[in-house]
Antibody, heavy 119, light 107 residues
Framework: QVHLVQSGAEVKKPGSSVKVSCKTS????????VSWVRQAPGQGLEWMGR????????NYAQKFQGRITIIADKSTATAYLDLISLRYEDTAIYYC????????????WGQGTVVTVSS | EIMLTQSPDFQSVSPKENFTITCRAS??????LHWYQQKPGQSPELLIK???QSMSGVPSRFSGSGSGTDFTLTISSLEAEDAATYFC?????????FGQGTKIEIK
C-alpha cells in the first residue's frame, strides 16, 4: 500500500517562494504519477500539475505556468512542489496525490500541507 | 478545459434516506470520472473510480453510474458518518478538473 507523507506547515510573505515535499513509500515510485492539488479555505479542489518519474515528464495547469516547478527525486522517492511569487490567494492546503494510472483516479492523498501567505 | 458541474451544492438529508449527486461534464469523458469523499479536516478519499468501480473498503451503500457526460453517485440508506463533501473528478485529459463539490448534512 502506497503511503504519502508531506512536509509541515509554512507561513510565507507575499512575493516569496515555498517548497513542499512528499515522501512516498510502499510502491514503485518511478512507475506512477504524482499530482499536486490545492484547496483554498472553504473552497473546492484545484489541480496544479503532475510528474511521471519514469518518463521524466511534468505537466502544469496553465494558471500556474511560470510560477510552479514539480520535481521527482527517484533516489529518495520524494516529489517536490515549488511555487514562487506567492500571493495572498495562494493560501491553501496543498495535497500530493498518487495515481497508479497516468490518466486515472487519484488513489492515495497525502495528509496535506497548510501554506499561509501573510505579511 | 473540461468543466464538471455538480448538483446540488448542498443538501440536508435524514438518516436512512437515499440520496443522489449528479455530475455533468462539458464534453464526453467516457468512463474517466471518479468520486471522492472529504470529511471536515481530512484529505479527500477515493470512493468510486472509472464511474462505477467501488474502492476496497468502501461501504456497499455507495454506488456510481454513468458515462459520456452524465454521472451519478448514489448513497443508499444514508448514515450519520456520510456527512461530508463529495467531489467528482475527470482524468481523461489535462488539466484534471473537479466538480465544485456537494456538501451533505445529516439531519
Amino acid at each position: 500500500q502506497v503511503h504519502l507523507v508531506q512536509s509541515g506547515a509554512e507561513v510565507k510573505k507575499p512575493g516569496s517562494s515555498v517548497k513542499v515535499s512528499c515522501k512516498t513509500s510502499g510502491g514503485t515510485f518511478s512507475s506512477f504519477s504524482v499530482s499536486w492539488v490545492r484547496q483554498a479555505p472553504g473552497q473546492g479542489l484545484e489541480w496544479m500539475g503532475r510528474t511521471i518519474p519514469i518518463l521524466g515528464t511534468t505537466n502544469y495547469a496553465q494558471k500556474f505556468q511560470g510560477r510552479i516547478t514539480i520535481i521527482a527525486d527517484k533516489s529518495t522517492a520524494t516529489a517536490y512542489l515549488d511555487l514562487i511569487s506567492l500571493r495572498y490567494e495562494d493560501t491553501a492546503i496543498y495535497y500530493c496525490v498518487y495515481s497508479s494510472a497516468w490518466y486515472g483516479a487519484f488513489d492515495i492523498w497525502g495528509q496535506g500541507t497548510v501554506v499561509t501567505v501573510s505579511s | 478545459e473540461i468543466m464538471l458541474t455538480q448538483s446540488p451544492d448542498f443538501q440536508s438529508v435524514s438518516p436512512k434516506e437515499n440520496f443522489t449527486i449528479t455530475c455533468r461534464a462539458s464534453q464526453n469523458i467516457g468512463y474517466d470520472l471518479h468520486w471522492y469523499q472529504q470529511k471536515p479536516g481530512q484529505s479527500p478519499e477515493l470512493l468510486i473510480k472509472s464511474a462505477s468501480q467501488s474502492m476496497s473498503g468502501v461501504p456497499s451503500r455507495f454506488s456510481g453510474s454513468g458515462s459520456g457526460t452524465d454521472f451519478t453517485l448514489t448513497i443508499s440508506s444514508l448514515e450519520a458518518e456520510d456527512a461530508a463533501t463529495y467531489f467528482c473528478h475527470q482524468s481523461i485529459t489535462l488539466p484534471h478538473t473537479f466538480g465544485q463539490g456537494t456538501k451533505i448534512e445529516i439531519k
